[in-house]
Structures are given as C-alpha cells and as structure tokens.
C-alpha cells in the first residue's frame, strides 16, 4: 500500500472536488463523508470475501506489506443488484483472486477505502459489461 | 286472445330482462360482473386453475417467536417493562422437540442467546428470513396470481417472490433468501436457498449457517386454518435435518390488511447511539 | 285484428330490444374518460377471474435521463426537438462507448464514489420532462405555510454538524422509506418495478426498499387517519382497463415527491391518485396526480410511459441491514470533530 504525498493529494483534492462536479450521477452523500479526500490509497491484495450487500458490496481484502505484514481492508463498491442483472453473481469474485484498488481511506483512519478503481493485476476492470452468459442467470419471475 | 297475450308478455319480460342487464350508470357494465367474479374466487377454495387458493391475510398464534422449543414462563431482558416484557410459557413447534445441533454449533446457540436481544436481528430490525418471518406476531399476506406467489410480510416490509415457474438460483444471498415453488397436489411445496444465515429462528438465538436449506409445505386444513411445515437441512450446523410445523390462522376481520411496521428508526438509537455525537457537558 | 295486434306487439318488441341494443354501447361510453385521440385502444388480456392483466416487471431504467422538470426554453412542448433527441441520442452511445473501456487509464483520476459503469443507463427518450401538469411541466409554486416550514428545518440545522446523528440523513440513506412516488422516479439503478395481481388484490413491488403496495380493489374504506405509513393506505378500482390507486393516510413532513423521496416533504393530507394503463403488451402508461393542498398551490402530475422488460428482475434491497455507511458517517464525523478539538487545543 502506497500513500500519495501530500502535494499530490492537494492536488488529488482539487481534482476531487471536479470530478463530483462533473459527477452527479452518484447522489449518495454517503461516499464523501465517509472518506477523506485528502487520503488517496493504493492497495493491491488479495480477496478474502465479497459481500454481496446492499446499498454497497464490500471486498475484503488481505493486503501484504512489502516488510511481510498483512492487513486486511475492506473496499466499498457499489449495489450488488446490477451485477445480478448482468449476471455476474458471488461465484464472480473468488477468494484468493488477486486485484487492484484506487480509492481514499475512511475518515476515521480504519482500513476501508472506496473502490474508485477495481481491476485485476494487469489494469482491466473488475465486473465490466455483463458475466457473458448473455441475460442475467435467470428468467426472471413474472413472466 | 290467450296466443298474443302469451307473446305479449314474453315480449315485455324480454324487454324487461334487456334493460335490466343492460342498466347505463357506471361506465364499467362489462367490469361489474369481473368484480363479483374476483370475489368469489377470492373467497372460494380453489383459484381458476384448479390449484388451492392460498390468498389473504395470515398470522401465527403462539410464542415460536420467543422460542421455537418448549419452553416455561420468563423474566423478559427489561426489568422496567414488568410483566409487559415477560417470556409466556409455549409449546415448542419443533417436531421431536430438539434441535439436532452440533457441538459447536449449540455453543453458538447459547452465545447468541446470552447476547439477546441486543444481538437478536429483529431488535436491529432486520429481516426475520425464513421460516422466522411465517411465525413473527405479526400477520402476512398471500397474493397468489396465476403465475406467482408473493408474500407481503407486516414486519419491517419484509416480502418475497415465490417462483413458480423453472427453477431460479441464487444469485447471492439474501435475508430473504430465493424461493422456488411446486405444487404437490393440494400442497405448496416451496424451497429455499440463498439464505445468508444471519437471521434467528427465535429470540432465543437458535440458529443456521448461510448453508440452510429450507423446504416448506403449506396445506390448507380449512377456510381458515392452513398447516405449515419448514424442514431445516444445514449439515454444517446439525446432525440431520430437523422440521418445524404450525397452523396459520386467516385474520376473521372483516378489514384484515397487513399495516407498515418500518422499524427502523425504532432501533436507530440501539445500533448508532454510541456514534451520535454526544452532549457537551 | 288479432293478427295486427299481434304483429304490431311484435314490430314494438322488436323495435324496443334494437333500440336499447343500439343505446348501450352509447350509454357504456359515456362514463369512460374521452378515448386518447388516433389509434384504437390495445386492450390487455383477462386474468381468469377478469381483472386486466398488468402483471409484470415494468421497471423505469428506460427514463434515468429525463428531467423531473421541463426545461423552461421549451414552454409545452411535451416533445424535445429533432436536435435535442439526437443530442441525447449521442449522449447515450458515448455513455455505452465509456462503459465499453475495458482498462483503467493511466491518468484516470481517481474518485471518491464506486466505478462509474457501476449503474444503470436509460434510453434515449422523446418527452421533455416527467411533469406534464401544470402544462409548462413544472411543479406548481410552493404554498406560503411550507416555505415557512422548509426556512424553520434550515434554521435548526444552524451551528450543527452534518451527522451528528442519523436523523441527518435523508429516510433512504437511513434506509427507512423513499415513499410511493420516491419508490417510483427513474434514479441511478435498481429501478425495478413488477406488478402481481390475485383476485380483488393488485401487489406492486418496488426494488428499493423492498416495498410492497398492496391495493384491494374490493372498495372498502380507507382506514381513519390515525393509522398513518410511510407508504400510506392505497384502495384501487378499474375504469375501464385502466387501474386508478388512490392512496392516503400518508405521514406527513417526511418523503417528499423527489428522487428517492427527497425534496419538499408532502403533507399528511397528501391525495395521491396514480392510474396505470397498458397501453400495448410492453407499453404501460403511469400517471401520478399530486394533490397536497397544504404544500403546492395546485396539483400536480407527472407522466411516465413503462416498458415491460423480462430481463430486469427484482434483486432484495435489503439497506438497512447492511447499512455500514451509517456507522461510517457517524464514525467519520466524530473523527473530524475530534481532529478540530485537537487543532484547537493545539493552537492554544
């Protein structure tokens, strides 16, 4: 896990503050107070569970530090349902899979972060477009 | 004489007859009849297809909701509520009695009870899963369509789709779990899975794992009573599989609905109070 | 004369029975709200105990993009211009062309909210706004009583955090209640909508948060206004095939008739009529009629037309249950106030 000197995060703060500007989509509040803009993070770990929960999912993951430690974060990213629909569903996300995160860490200094970015190693991004198998998983009920 | 007087009043009851049936006022002459046709499904015992008709509003009586075994009378968690929050005495609904637990899976009952009921998830509010919420005190409805069941439960909004189609699986796991439904003859039969095994069976902290699956039957026994079976199958947690069974009884008012029980701001104040910002001395 | 009398009493009977054969059709129709204009009504299939079948997943993903408000540029035009539609049209692809990009860029910026293919898009649409009434497609003026009511909420925010309790977070951040128009106004995803039908009973679903409407067409009464809901009391009847849901017994000062049941809140003298028709086998019209006295100075009503699509099934919104925003607000403002005590004292 990197953390971004503080010239660039005043800049990431900046930028921030555009970025929602030209945002409106995401009208939940919640994001911004629970993280710190101030606090830009990089992780790269490996997946322990993935909560497919509302109003957020929740990857935890088990990040090792260069000097051996582990420490496990938590990565808010967004509602579950849509993913269902594209069919992906929680055999997507294996434990063990190695990813990739950009976000800011929680404001209360614990390991949580929001999942700006999620790819794999090599940059693609997690749970884009649909699983492939076409509709989602199921029918549907009411047809 | 008699010849045209029969012709003239069948003439005239004909015209009599037409007019009747064909009274102007509400716009909807062809929907009156619809109307007494849906009331008469909705009361009668079987749907148009032929299959039982399980439609109205349902409520368990008994203390299953406090505990789903045996049990005798209790002081309740709260001094302060007196007798008003005492445990009643209550027959078990578990078939047998016991509840086939593993070893470790009985500690985790017993941690779950002693942290009762700020652990209980109905104290939070959270969804009662299945079979808890057939068996809150609080009643449910039943909307059987030609296609789909859904169950409309009073406490905290909780509801379910009963698929009644091609089997659907899990996508993930949920409170409420998904449910796939067949009839066997007069019998709803519905299976569920995708439970997340964090609801309770009871206040008393009985439990399964995110591995459960439960298989219910719902009979009518009569207009009013209807007999409901869940068998619990969670080889992580028990020995075997082990069934829970309970008369349902249809709510006699005359008005019977479920109300909303949103109770969430009910239990804000135990779940967040300790975040809230605290009063400056 | 036998024979005249009796041919005569036949002319007459026959002559009376045709009479009202041909007056029925007239009389039926007189009731019925004037027919939309140009093409014959579709009317929809029967459920066999003979409701109209609405039954299905009508969800309004379809409409994300359309303003709530018309713009006022465009006066009562119900209909955007060729250039407008074509605008969004464009909008839309580079929308699907942005969701398409499989790598992050190197100089991507990084955001404080989830990836941004993370929701749900809707499809280019021709109508203006979702208000159709008052015709210029905005919603009428707020009566005086509440903008006194919204200036006293401001006024005792004055000198308060932003969460210092959960009170400070709208109903649906706190995962209460986004109210029946609230449940219903195309937002950001989970947009599910699906109708089940029993006898004498229409259930409509809605995805967030997992509500369910359940409306007796039976006739019987509203219950008396001491039984007061979120989601308030809904009785509905048909007129024609269209079904009309009147609903009351609101809470009042809670939901307003907003995205995600922000905005003014109503009163709990609100009257909403919402009347749903299928209009084809895909097509479902829904209009919403506002009628709240003591908080708009007319009614107002929005308009949305619904496609029935099997592929958007209802996923259980469960929100309160995992709800760790709301510790993580709570908790995040009570670090910023401890970090401003500590540079106070700091300072000293």
New interface residues.
Partial sequence: MRRIPSVAAAAVGLLLNVSLAVSPAWAHHAFAAEYDGKKQVHLEGVVTQMEWINPHTWIHIDVTEPDGKVTSWMVEGGSPNILLRRGFNKGSLEKGQKIAVDGFQAKDGSNRANGSNITYPDGKKLFLGSSGTGAPADPGPGK | ?R??LT??ST??A??VC??LT?T??????P?A???A???A??KGPR???GRP?L?GVWEYIGTANWDIQDHSPAPGPMWQLGAIGAIPAGQGVVEGNEIPYKPAALEKKKQNKASAPAED?EA????PGIPRATYMPFPF????????I?M?YEYA???R?I?M??P??A??????GTSNGHWEGDTLVVDVTGLNG?AWFDRAGNWASDKVHVVERYKRRSNDVMDYEATIDDPSVFTRPWKISLPLYKRAEK?A????F?C??FA?EL??GK???QPTK | MRQRVLTSLMVLTAVLVSTLMVTVPVIGQAGQAPAKAKKAAYTPPKLPWGDPDLQGLWPGTDLIEVPMQRDAKAGERTEVTPEEFAQRQAKAERTAENDKVAYVAKDSKVGINPPGYWLEHGRPQKITSLVVDPPNGRIPDLTDQAKQKAAQAKQAKQGHGPNESPEDQSLYDRCISRGVMGSILPVIYNNGTQIVQGPGYVAIRYEMIHETKIIPLDGSPHPSSNIKSYMGDARGHWEGNTLVIETTNFLGDKNGIGLNGGGTPHSADMVLTEKWTRTAPDMMEYTATINDPKTWVQPWTIRMPLRLNPEFPLYEYACHEGNYAMFNMLKGARADEAAAEAAKAGKK
């Fill in positions: 004489m010849k045209s012709l003239f003439a005239a004909a015209v037409i007019s064909l102007p006022g509400k716009a909807q002459a929907a009849p619809a109307k046709v849906a009331k499904v909705a749907m148009p297809d008709n439609n998830p939070k509010c959270y969804m409805q039943i909307i059987q369509s030609n296609k789909d859904l409309a909004s909780a509801n789709l698929n189609g091609k659907i699986e996508g993930s796991d949920t409170w409420m964090l008005n609905q479920i109300l909303e949103k969430v701001e804000e779940l967040y975040y809230k910002k």
